[in-house]
């Protein structure tokens, strides 16, 4: 079945970086996002990668991605306060719908 | 482009009462989700459509849940009766066709049942 793992709690210190791990479950999953997700709002989609890559990276932003292992890692570098929020694991499934995770959140302490 | 809306923001209501949530998806997205978030759960897949057409409705809890897309512009999310337990965020998210980026979300409509 699909499913999405995630660990729901992360402190880090401000300049520190920040690494957001995730497992799933579906081999056949094409695309895996991140999002973000800050008080009071909706879901922003921070970054997304496709499964035959194994690194992404995006200014502060790289995504890593072991296939084999089904895990993919957010890594925030330098983070900030303003980086505190929630963030999502998500898969494609092969109908076209998004498995989310719990959500991990991130603490930032200056 | 004005993104996702939803409407309304917040709502309050008793027990029993009918609920309908709002959506308006991005111009030119021809996929719409809706989606619940609570704390115990996290956010479950309600009911997504495509062109319109309901796709699948197999995370609607119970058949006190509805959901109806009449035009590619709008879409409602009704619960009749509506109980304590339906308190949670809602929300809509869209993609164009064919997109496999990721979704657009909306800002949540947040519903407290009492």
């Known amino acids: 079945g699909e499913d999405v793992e995630q660990s729901l709690f992360l402190s880090v210190r401000e300049g520190d970086s920040s690494v957001i791990n995730c497992t799933y479950t579906d081999s056949s999953s094409t695309y895996l996002y991140w999002y973000k997700q800050e008080p009071g709002a909706g879901l922003q989609l921070l970054t997304y990668?496709?499964?035959?890559?194994d690194m992404k990276q995006d200014q502060r932003l790289t995504v890593l991605l072991n296939k084999k292992d089904k895990h993919l890692s957010l890594r925030i570098a330098d983070t900030q306060t303003g980086d505190s929020a929630i963030y999502f694991c998500a898969e494609r499934s092969n109908t076209g719908k998004l498995i989310f995770g719990q959500g991990t959140t991130l603490q930032v302490k200056p | 482009d004005a993104g996702v809306i939803q409407s309304p923001r917040h709502e309050v209501t008793e027990m029993g009462q009918e609920v309908t949530l709002r959506c308006k998806p991005i111009?030119?997205?021809?996929?719409l989700f809706w989606y619940r978030q609570t704390m115990m759960r996290g956010l479950e897949l309600l009911i997504y459509?495509?062109?319109?057409?309901?796709?699948?409705d197999s995370g609607m809890p119970e058949d006190r849940f509805s959901a109806k897309m009449p035009n590619a512009s709008f879409s409602t999310l009704k619960i009749q009766p509506s109980e304590p337990r339906d308190s949670a965020v809602y929300f809509c998210a869209s993609r164009p066709r064919g997109w496999d980026y990721g979704y657009t979300f909306g800002s949540g409509t947040r519903l407290t049942v009492v």
């Open positions: 459509f495509n062109n319109n057409v309901p796709i699948d």
């Open positions: 990668i496709f499964s035959n890559m």
């Open positions: 111009s030119g997205h021809n996929s």
